[in-house]
Nanobody, 122 residues
Framework: QVQLVESGGGLVQAGGSLRLSCAAS????????MGWYRQAPGKQRELVAD???????DYADSVKGRFTISRDNAKNTVYLQMNSLKPEDTAVYYC????????????????WGQGTQVTVSS
């Protein structure tokens, strides 16, 4: 059983910063790509940023230069540092693992965290 647990959301004023964390636990040998998605009310879930196991990153255009994704492979944890936050960043943020290798050497796919609310006030 693999679980993703997120933390770090909250309420912040525009221009402020937050740091999200997501720790994966369970029978995990290694994780491939980890990412952050968000979903605002009435909108589709969208990719915010992701990072591969070789630390290659990809960002949505709307967050480039403001958000930084990182990971600690030893802790199976991914982080999202969010700076210069804007009201339009308000959403529920979800952690995702797209593929991982379990300790029994089988693959697991598409795991999601429970979501953490980020609210940016103007």
């Amino acid at each position: 059983q693999v679980q993703l647990v997120e933390s770090g959301g909250g309420l912040v004023q525009a221009g402020g910063s937050l740091r999200l964390s997501c720790a994966a636990s369970g029978s995990i040998f290694s994780i491939y790509t980890m990412g952050w998605y968000r979903q605002a009310p009435g909108k589709q879930r969208e990719l915010v940023a992701d990072i591969t196991n070789t630390f290659s990153t990809d960002y949505a255009d709307s967050v480039k230069g403001r958000f930084t994704i990182s990971r600690d492979n030893a802790k199976n944890t991914v982080y999202l540092q969010m700076n210069s936050l804007k009201p339009e960043d308000t959403a529920v943020y979800y952690c995702n693992v797209n593929r991982l290798l379990k300790k029994d050497y089988s693959f697991g796919y598409d795991y999601w965290g429970q979501g953490t609310q980020v609210t940016v006030s103007s």
